[in-house]
């Protein structure tokens, strides 16, 4: 079955210790992408990646970093959480860009 | 189920009529428009696409609309079901941006 794993789906934590959200696609593609989405202010891309070892910032990627040593793989970083980050994140993969992507079920953070 | 918006414009229509979800996009350089339901819980989920060359696409019980004109995009839902109860966000991309930008999405509501 064609999907996007994100693991935890729920995690809460304090300020400052560093945690990871991994995410893995078993359909090849190329594009992947993370979003964090927050009430009234939709989807918000925080990093994205065209392809192995290019990486490149979206919207809001303060307090974030990412990795691409794989294709499939796509981890979310997050060195010193602050309460700021607590919200619902997604990450996505597609073919490329243009064209549909499929989401994860989503991480729900909560910093304390 | 996980909040995806507090104040998000609400749709209610009662099961087996048509639904017509509207969204205004952004940028007259976008060439590439996307809808994506969300159900409570889970991850946006693909629906339908339309690349700027066309105004009308089909699909199963969706059409979608696109007037360049005005930038207005539509989801139309054709004898609208319990299971169509969801978040539906637009989302649009244009060559040079690298990311879909989203909407703040509309909640549809079927009455049974």
């Given at each position: 079955?064609?999907?996007?794993?994100?693991?935890?789906?729920?995690?809460?934590?304090?300020?400052?210790?560093?945690?990871?959200?991994?995410?893995s696609?078993n359909?090849?593609?190329?594009?992947?992408?993370?979003?964090?989405?927050?009430?009234?202010?939709?989807?918000?891309?925080?990093?994205?990646?065209?392809?192995?070892?290019?990486?490149?910032?979206?919207?809001?990627?303060?307090?974030?970093?990412?990795?691409?040593?794989?294709?499939?793989?796509?981890?979310?970083?997050?060195?010193?959480?602050?309460?700021?980050?607590?919200?619902?994140?997604?990450?996505?993969?597609?073919?490329?860009?243009?064209?549909?992507?499929?989401?994860?079920d989503?991480?729900?953070?909560?910093?304390? | 189920g996980?909040?995806?918006?507090?104040?998000?414009?609400t749709?209610?229509?009662?099961?087996?009529?048509?639904?017509?979800i509207?969204?205004?996009?952004?940028?007259?350089?976008?060439?590439?428009?996307i809808?994506?339901?969300?159900?409570?819980g889970?991850?946006?989920q693909?629906?339908?696409?339309?690349?700027?060359?066309?105004?009308?696409?089909?699909g199963?019980?969706?059409?979608?609309?696109?007037n360049?004109?005005?930038?207005?995009?539509?989801?139309?839902?054709?004898?609208t079901?319990?299971?169509?109860?969801?978040?539906?966000?637009c989302?649009?991309?244009?060559?040079?941006?690298?990311?879909?930008?989203?909407?703040?999405g509309t909640?549809?509501?079927?009455?049974?």
């Open positions: 079955e064609a999907q996007v794993t994100q693991n935890p789906r729920y995690l809460i934590t304090v300020t400052g210790k560093k945690l990871t959200v991994t995410c696609q359909m090849n593609h190329e594009y992947m992408s993370w979003y964090r989405q927050d009430p009234g202010l939709g989807l918000r891309q925080i990093y994205y990646s065209m392809n192995v070892e290019v990486t490149d910032k979206g919207d809001v990627p303060e307090g974030y970093k990412v990795s691409r040593k794989e294709k499939r793989n796509f981890p979310l970083i997050l060195e010193s959480p602050s309460p700021n980050q607590t919200s619902l994140y997604f990450c996505a993969s597609s073919w490329t860009v243009d064209q549909p992507q499929h989401f994860g989503g991480t729900r953070l909560s910093i304390l | 996980e909040s995806v918006g507090l104040h998000l414009p749709l209610s229509v009662q099961e087996g009529d048509n639904s017509i509207n969204c205004a996009y952004s940028n007259s350089a976008s060439d590439y428009f809808w994506y339901k969300q159900e409570s889970k991850g946006p693909f629906i339908i696409d339309i690349r700027s060359n066309m105004d009308k696409r089909q199963q019980r969706v059409t979608v609309l696109l360049k004109t005005v930038k207005h995009l539509s989801l139309q839902i054709a004898a079901q319990p299971g169509d109860s969801a978040v539906y966000f989302a649009e991309f244009y060559t040079g941006r690298r990311a879909l930008t989203f909407g703040s909640r549809l509501q079927v009455q049974p």
